[in-house]
């Protein structure tokens, strides 16, 4: 063991260590601009974040026998713990009797007051990127101590420049506090099961409930352990001799009966099991059939697998990265083939994680957004610290002298692309469209101002507190997100005239869901879009308003194209969308 450590290249320790710690503390620095996106505002502009509303609004459905929210609760308990003081500000602002008529109404309304949401957003986003950081450490850790200072350098280097991680660990959606319960599971599994004989009961029981917790975050998390942690436990089972299996058959029981402890409580089954049961069925169903977007066959699947090649190898890369990183991985699965059989099974948990979450969720749930090729993306990442690595080793034992250059050429390549995307992404936050929007309204409004919106509420600009503002919507009024001081209309788009708005705003990202193309090549239209696609009243409405054939004429739109040569970051709807203002025509 001693020569095997020996035969790792490494640098000096606590300059490696040193390195370590500036780059995880230079991602936590590079994550704080995006505190201020969108603040102060009444809800997050991030899609599917679960502050500044969800966090709460899920904990109050959670805590009621026999209802659910559709994320877990695991997460969302400790961010409403944190909005604590925001609810007894609300509780003793409402005007309204707890037990009295219009309680439940009059404190919801309360609740949305701008500052309370802000305090929200902000608490979660911060509890982001601590988690963030601590997922980019255990990287180091895990990779420093299987592979070497080397790798864990390289795989915290390609960390900083995955675009998607950086993006998801500065808000508060739920897929980065799940990568890092799973992480840190993984990373403590890794020498349990390569050595077994020994490890503690407290050791087998934080790998359970590590484990327990990114699933009682994120659902789909547990299609990466369904196939991954059997595979690579089973072939640790078959490395060892007959004689020696207790030790790893006591361990794994102990895992499973702390992970299922942890599950009961923060997955809400062991509180809340008709509301956890319900959940359960509205997953397998309709929750299930209501998202696809690819169409369930071999002409879906392969667009699905063509997509989610692209989210991995080359969207989230810069300079060519994604390619280095898919040679790199490809290395990094025969290193970890080529370990020591004590060793094999544990270094190849990345593969087998990654593997097992695209078989059973990508493949099973047809979707491959950004953020679901989060973790296939996370697992190559760390496949290609580990094959760079080796590469590296390789090199310095039949060429050393090119050893130095080819790390420096390797170093200056990772950070290039890694700045890169961390300036794209910063620009496409400081630049986005909406900031623009709400301070040309507020400018011009006054208290007839009469503002007509249509968007979500992580779509929309914000609205000036002067005269008046309305949201028109198909949607049922008891199913959408209220905002303070914005009236919610339920009726037909085309009867704008009688409605007589002084502005229309009208987002982008928003309206196009409306005018989808017909899907191709494998790709479906999820059941909200097909159902917005088929609104023929709101489809012609929104083509007439852009067509100019109505009483409002386009007098302002704000659009990011870029800053300089840094192109815009559209990760999905939520990232600067186009912004466009109307005003009504001279009568």
């Known amino acids: ?105 009059a404190f ?10 802000v305090w929200a957003t902000v608490s979660a986003r911060i509890v982001t990127i601590a988690m963030a950081a601590l997922l980019a450490w255990t990287i180091w850790t895990w990779l420093c101590r299987r592979w070497g200072e080397r790798a864990g350098l390289i795989g915290l280097g390609l960390t900083l420049g995955h675009l998607p991680l950086v993006y998801y660990g500065s808000t508060s959606n739920l897929d980065l506090p799940g990568l890092t319960w799973l992480v840190l599971g993984l990373h403590w599994l890794d020498p349990a099961i390569s050595a077994p004989t020994g490890v503690s009961r407290a050791r087998w029981g934080a790998i359970g409930a590590a484990l327990a917790m990114a699933v009682a975050t994120k659902d789909q998390l547990a299609a990466a352990l369904v196939l991954g942690l059997p595979a690579t436990v089973g072939l640790r089972m078959w490395s060892l001799p007959a004689e020696q299996r207790r030790p790893l058959l006591r361990g794994g029981a102990q895992l499973l009966l702390a992970a299922a402890g942890t599950y009961a409580i923060a997955g809400g089954l062991l509180w809340n099991p008709l509301g956890w049961w ?25 667009a699905l697998l063509g997509d989610l090649g692209s989210g991995v190898f080359v969207a989230p890369w810069a300079f060519g990265l994604g390619l280095g990183v898919a040679a790199a991985a490809l290395l990094g699965i025969v290193a970890a083939l080529r370990r020591p059989a004590a060793e094999r099974a544990g270094a190849l948990l990345p593969f087998a994680a990654g593997a097992s ?3 059973l969720f990508n493949l099973g749930a047809l979707r491959a957004s950004p953020r679901f090729a989060l973790l296939p993306g996370l697992m190559a990442l760390l ?86 503002a309305w949201r028109v919507d198909r949607s049922p009024l008891q199913k959408r997100n209220p905002i303070e001081g914005l009236e919610e209309r339920l009726g037909p788009y085309a009867e704008i005239e009688a409605r007589d708005p002084t502005w229309v ?14 899907a191709q090549g494998g790709h479906a239209r999820n059941v909200e879009t097909l159902a917005r696609s088929g609104d023929h009243d709101a489809r012609g409405h929104f083509e007439a308003l852009l067509a100019g054939r109505l009483a409002w ?5 704000g659009r990011y194209e870029g800053w300089g040569p840094l192109r815009p970051v559209h990760l999905h709807n939520s990232l600067a969308p186009t912004v466009r203002i109307f005003a009504r025509k001279e009568r």
């Open 505 to 518: 705003v009208l987002v982008d990202s928003h309206t196009a869901s409306f005018l989808t193309a017909p």
């Open 108 to 117: 919801i309304t309360a609740m949305v007051h701008e500052p309370y949401m």
């Open 278 to 302: 319900r959940r359960v069925h509205w997953l397998l169903g309709p929750a299930s059939q209501q998202w696809h977007d690819y169409a369930a066959d071999a002409a879906g699947r392969a």
């Open 357 to 359: 979450f695209v078989l």
């Open 1 to 105: 063991m001693h020569g095997e450590n020996q035969s790792r290249p490494r640098t000096r320790g606590v300059t490696a260590r040193r390195l370590a710690a500036l780059l995880v503390a230079t991602g936590v620095v590079l994550h704080l601009p995006v505190l201020l996106w969108g603040i102060p505002g009444p809800d997050s502009w991030a899609n599917d974040a679960v502050a500044s509303r969800d966090a709460l609004a899920g904990t109050a459905l959670w805590v009621q026998p026999g209802k659910f929210f559709r994320y877990p609760p695991g997460h969302l308990l400790p961010l409403a713990l944190l909005s604590l003081p925001v609810v007894a500000a609300a509780w003793l602002r409402c005007p309204v009797a707890p037990g009295d008529p219009g309680f439940q109404k």
């Open 383 to 468: 496949l290609a610290a580990i094959g760079a690595a080796a590469a590296l080793s390789r090199l310095e034992r039949h060429w050393p002298g090119w050893t130095r250059g080819a790390a420096v050429a390797l170093a200056v390549w990772i950070g290039a692309a890694a700045g890169w995307q961390q300036a794209r992404l910063l620009a496409t936050w400081q630049h986005d469209p909406r900031d623009e929007a709400s301070a040309w309204l507020a400018a011009r409004s006054t208290q007839d101002t009469a503002i007509e919106v249509y968007a979500k509420n992580y779509q929309l600009p914000r609205l000036p507190q002067r005269g008046r």
């Open 553 to 557: 004429k386009p007098v302002w739109i």
